[in-house]
């Protein structure tokens, strides 16, 4: 099943896919989108271009297991994504995976701009292995 992840940031949006076999996440691309609207509409496009059967959202759960202003629009998010795209839409918890995917670029030693372009995508990867490897066991 290919599966498409979104990471929802406050200027950009991450977004990684899985293979057929849901063995590997992958980046995929970075939305600067500010616009619910427009955002909506993009991520829906990449879905169906990508031929996705459903689409993993991330939830920004606070450190302390609750959840605040940026959970309840993740969830607003996806209600709407589901409406729009009218596939399967699963939130997942994402706490951490920044910090990850900024020691992820650390080690490959991506920097500046380069990082700025990434860092979104690259949580949106850990996000959906997270996602992956929860189905596995």
Not at 10 to 25: F, H, P, S, Y
Request: proline share 1%; with cysteine; hydrophobic share 45%.
């Amino acid at each position: 099943m290919v599966i498409l992840s979104v990471d929802l940031g406050k200027a950009r949006t991450g977004l990684a896919i899985c293979d057929e076999a849901e063995m590997l996440a992958t980046p995929l691309a970075q939305i600067n989108e500010k616009n619910v609207d427009v955002l909506l509409d993009k991520v829906s496009n990449v879905a169906l271009a990508r031929q996705a059967e459903m689409i993993i959202v991330g939830l920004p759960i606070n450190m302390d297991g609750t959840e605040g202003d940026s959970a309840k629009s993740a969830r607003d998010f996806a209600a709407k994504l589901k409406d729009k795209t009218k596939l399967l839409v699963r939130m997942q918890d994402e706490r951490g995976t920044t910090i990850t995917a900024h020691k992820y670029l650390n080690a490959t030693n991506t920097r500046g701009m380069k990082r700025k372009n990434v860092v979104d995508s690259v949580a949106a990867t850990i996000i959906l292995q997270n996602f992956l490897d929860s189905r596995k066991h």
